[in-house]
């Protein structure tokens, strides 16, 4: 029985812990989505629309470099299907965007420069560290190489991404999302 209740103050303080954590990232990131939305001055590189409360554009918002590096930065280090060896991507959370623009929905429908349209569940963004990489290994990513924008998934860090339903969602030169 002692043991028992020198083990619910550990819980307790960590469930505290985690949940401070937690409300201080919802308030800045809260209070990002709640600052207007600036207006791009450089060449858009993402459109996106849909349920979204931060717009600066008719239809949604229209952002380019400059807006997207106010977001907070991302690292990660993975291997993918189409590059050789495990390489290291730089660029933003997706869930971090996401929040940033107040997005509301289920599903996120994500477009490349060739047309190539796929949905992505937003859950994805919650359950793994998908970022939208602007940098492999060090340099900016251009269209040429799968650049500006790509949708870049941790699959070496879960074994369930490297399922082929997930390659698919992998989208390189990204320049629209659709929030539904």
């Known amino acids: ?21 937690a409300t201080s990232a919802a308030v800045t990131l809260s209070s990002a989505a709640g ?4 207006e791009p001055v450089g060449e858009i590189l993402l459109e996106i629309e849909g349920n979204i409360e931060q717009t600066n554009g008719d239809q949604g918002a229209l952002l380019d470099r400059a807006l997207l590096e106010q ?14 060896g495990v390489k290291r991507f730089e660029g933003f959370y997706m869930r971090d965007l996401l929040a940033w623009l107040g997005a509301n929905g289920e599903t996120v429908t994500a477009r490349a420069l060739n047309d190539y349209v796929i949905d992505i569940p937003i859950e994805d963004f919650t359950r793994f560290d998908v970022i939208v990489a602007t940098h492999m290994d060090g340099k900016r ?17 879960h074994e369930e991404l490297q399922d082929l339903r997930y390659d698919y969602r992998w989208v390189w030169q990204l320049d629209y999302l659709k929030i539904q």
Do not use: C, F
């Open 1 to 21: 029985m002692a043991h028992q209740s020198s083990r619910r103050p550990v819980s307790r303080t960590l469930v505290s812990l985690l949940l401070g954590l």
């Open 35 to 38: 600052e207007q939305l600036g």
């Open 141 to 157: 990513l251009s269209s040429r190489d799968k650049g500006p924008l790509w949708i870049v998934y941790p699959r070496d860090d």
């Open 71 to 84: 977001l907070p930065p991302a690292v990660l280090n993975t291997s993918t299907v189409v590059t050789d």
